[in-house]
């Protein structure tokens, strides 16, 4: 049988939270430009102008065909030579770090995209004909008046998107970035923990996105009631 | 730029020397292929079977399918490929994971890979299948159960004939997602689509004609996924339900 040896974990800890600190902060970045951009391709989407709403069905469309493995190899590898080809910026300047981020958001905005164009088509034509009646702009309208209906329908979709979104930053292990699940394995690999390591990496992500999970369930409860 | 472009690179001969490029690509691709469909097969099962008990009236049954369901969702995919892959076989019976630590790596990837995947799918298609279950009117079921038929013949005779054909409407973007997740895989070592990217970037130092192969690799499974799954919606749909709702 396997002995269990827990010693290397709490010594382990501040690095961890370290690492768990790069995770949410990725997070929280790409829910920021996820909704942000979001909500931009969703409107260009839904919009008349028609090389818009192809430009947005696109690259939907793309980012939603492609593994998210895929895309931050595509960011870690790729992107940052040509980047550096296309604007004489000097070799070695690490970007890296800042692409494989930037990847990702870019890659979470297709699926937001999707949960608030849902959204705002949830919302009934008459409130936006009502406001251009009134005499309000389409942004007026859009943003004074459909938009924060949109907006409250759709809070827990979006919040249960962020959970996925939290899981999927592990992915960045591709992309060598230390975020929390890095870390974990990387300590686990010096200390010959791995299996310690591994097991307590999964029952934090297990806590905490069960946790908010419930969360959601329950603002979900109070939405229908309300 | 001073990038040279060499799509011929996919004909020279490999750095192995037993196969061209080409080749490592379609190996990639085969492999991704088999890997989702078998852990879709998986997927299917065990999915249908818990989604199923989810709503059974036993307290314990639907309470089991609740922590499958909640366990599996709630840990990322990569955490879970590298506790099948690295910690399971250490916490088997000895016999057991030195018997699966012996065989062939290729092997041992692509059975941790396929049970990662099936399992942590099954949770998603069992909350598929819980809701097309639920999405049948109450009616049916007392009906079934006034007229004499037990609970399990209700299941078999009378929701379940419905609510797997309603069901496959929604299951078709988690076929999708499969293929997609599987490339995941490649972090253990698992030699499929993306990892073959990966690889022919460090041989070749052609990075563009690699991942520009590769992603449409992935995009081309996506569309032929969605085609068959069109086709297969059209003939499950129930007459009288609009798109098969949800």
Known sequence: ?226 | MGYSWNWGVFLQPSATGDDTYLGWMLYGFKMTIGLSLSAWLIALLLGALVGVLRTVPSKTLSGLAMAHVELFRNIPLLVQLFLWYFVLPELLPKDLGDAFKQSHPVVQQFISSMVCLGLFTSARVAEQVRSGINSLPPGQKNAALAIGFTLPQTYRFVLLPMAFRLVVPPLTSEFLNIFKNSAVCSTIGLLELAAQGRQLVDYTAQPYESFITVTLAYVLINVVVMFGMRWVEARVRIPGYIGGGH
């Open chain 1, 1 to 226: 049988m396997y002995e269990f040896d827990w010693s290397s974990i709490p010594g382990s800890l501040p690095l961890l939270a370290k690492g768990m600190g790069v995770s949410l902060e990725i997070t929280f970045t790409a829910i920021v430009v996820g909704i942000v951009w979001g909500t931009l391709l969703a409107m260009m989407r839904l919009s008349s102008v028609k090389p818009l709403a192809w430009f947005a069905a696109g690259y939907v469309n793309v980012f939603r065909a492609i593994p998210l493995v895929m895309v931050l190899l595509w960011f870690f590898l790729i992107v940052p030579n040509l980047l550096e080809s296309l604007f004489g910026i000097p070799r070695g300047s690490d970007m890296r770090l800042g692409s494989a981020i930037a990847g990702f958001a870019l890659f979470e905005s297709a699926y937001y995209s999707e949960i608030i164009r849902a959204g705002i088509q949830s919302v009934p034509k008459g409130q936006m004909a009502a406001a251009k009646a009134l005499g309000m702009s389409y942004g007026q309208a859009m943003r004074l008046v459909v938009l924060p209906q949109a907006f409250r329908n759709m809070v827990p979709l979006l919040l249960t998107q962020a959970i996925i979104l939290f899981q999927d930053t592990s992915l960045v292990y591709v992309s060598a970035l230390a975020d929390f699940f890095g870390t974990a394995a990387k300590i686990g690999d010096r200390d010959g923990r791995l299996v310690e390591m591994l097991l307590f990496a999964g029952a934090v992500y297990f806590v905490l996105c069960f946790a908010v999970s419930q969360l959601v369930r329950y603002y979900q409860k109070k939405l229908k009631t309300a």
